[in-house]
């Protein structure tokens, strides 16, 4: 059997805003196919861990290897090359731009044409394809989360990172968003970090859970094994 080789691979780290420590020691390691669900209370560091992953916040202890390469002390900047995606909370498109345009925006770090990288976000998002020359700001939200999800994959991710991606879009949209994610990383391999209040949502898309509380992985634990246990819900989110 061969061992894939990791997309991610963080030891250590520990971080947080100025001298205050919101993550505490996390260490990590996801390779392509796998879908992570990193689940735990508010404010247990979900979102601090991923902006210190993506260089949007330093790190003071550990260090963060993408593709085997150590990004710890370097810039957002080297992530995306490297095979990141991120999907931040809030979708933040740019609302003047077309959503062509915002797609395009994501393929910044994409070498030559970017027709393929196009074709790839059609195929997956087809109500991108048929709203490509709308603004985006005219769409709704469950549309702008896919439009935002679609700029994070043209860029041909080998790990893609999401923070809380149902959040204020409809029911229909998220079983949608759900299929998507869950069809990229059985057909295309791409490795799935999933920030998510949702069970139901993480139970059509991850794998395994990584529980966090007081800024630490405190529980690994198939995704299954913990939407069957009312116990683990409560201790945990308060579910």
């Known amino acids: 059997m061969v061992t894939q080789k990791p997309v991610l691979d963080i030891r250590g780290l520990s971080g947080g805003y100025g001298k205050l420590r919101v993550v505490d020691g996390v260490d990590m390691t996801i390779s392509e196919n796998e879908a992570i669900g990193l689940i735990g209370r508010n404010g247990s560091g979900k979102t601090t861990l991923l902006k210190i992953i993506m260089g949007l916040l330093p790190a003071q202890t550990g260090s963060i290897s993408i593709a085997g390469e150590d990004l710890s002390r370097k ?31 994501g393929a910044t770090s994409v ?20 709203i490509r020359t709308r603004r985006a700001g005219a769409l709704s939200g469950g549309q ?12 041909k991710p080998k790990l893609l990172i999401l ?29 799935l970090l999933v920030v998510e209040q949702r069970l139901d949502f993480l139970n059509r898309v991850a794998d395994h ?8 992985i405190v529980e690994r634990l198939p995704f299954d094994e913990l939407s069957r246990s009312p116990e683990l819900q409560q201790k945990y989110l308060g579910v």
Request: glycine share 8%; net charge negative; aromatic share 6%.
């Open 209 to 216: 859970a990584h529980i966090m509380d007081r800024g630490s």
């Open 75 to 105: 810039g957002a900047w080297t992530r995306c090359p490297r095979g990141i995606g991120y999907v931040p909370q809030g979708r933040l498109v740019f609302p003047r731009l077309s959503v062509e345009d915002n797609l395009a925006l």
């Open 163 to 191: 923070d809380e991606p149902t959040e204020g879009i409809q029911p229909s949209i998220i079983i949608e968003i759900a299929e998507s994610l869950k069809r990229l990383s059985r057909e295309s391999g791409v490795a």
């Open 111 to 130: 070498k030559g044409k970017i027709s393929d990288s196009y074709e790839s976000v059609y195929e997956l998002f087809p109500v991108l394809h048929a």
């Open 144 to 155: 702008q989360q896919i439009l935002a999800i679609g700029r994070a994959l043209m860029s």
